[in-house]
């Protein structure tokens, strides 16, 4: 249903570009992060009707979420890279219109893709 690409490994202050194809519609899209032994958390999320976006304070003016419709595709670009920024980063995808950004309001997971930054 999801599939994520874009993980790597980079240093402190780069960039990367996550990327996530959805099978179908969405009503809302977000990225969420893992660090093991932590909850997942909601990183960035996006609204497919309006653009409305939604971003934790953590990345706020570092992370850009995006998305093509006409490509059922996300992004999520990430600028200025913290070591904090480790994570497993998992893209989901919400059908309903829903206002919060909690883990189990996503019903479909990609498998995640792996971010280290040193």
């Known amino acids: 249903q999801l599939v994520e690409s874009g993980g790597d490994s980079v240093q402190a202050g780069g960039s990367l570009r996550l990327v996530c194809t959805v099978n179908g519609y969405a009503y809302r899209m977000a990225w969420f992060r893992q660090v093991l032994g932590k909850e997942r958390e909601a990183v960035a999320g996006?609204?497919?009707?309006?653009?409305?976006?939604y971003y934790t304070d953590s990345v706020k003016d570092r992370f850009t979420i995006s998305r093509d419709n006409t490509k059922n595709t996300m992004y999520l670009q990430m600028n200025s890279l913290k070591p904090e920024d480790t994570a497993t980063y998992y893209c989901?995808?919400?059908?309903?219109?829903?206002?919060?950004?909690?883990?189990?309001?996503?019903?479909?997971w990609g498998q995640g893709t792996q971010v280290t930054v040193s």
């Open positions: 996006i609204y497919s009707r309006n653009d409305y976006t």
């Open positions: 989901a995808v919400d059908g309903r219109p829903r206002i919060t950004w909690a883990e189990s309001d996503f019903p479909v």
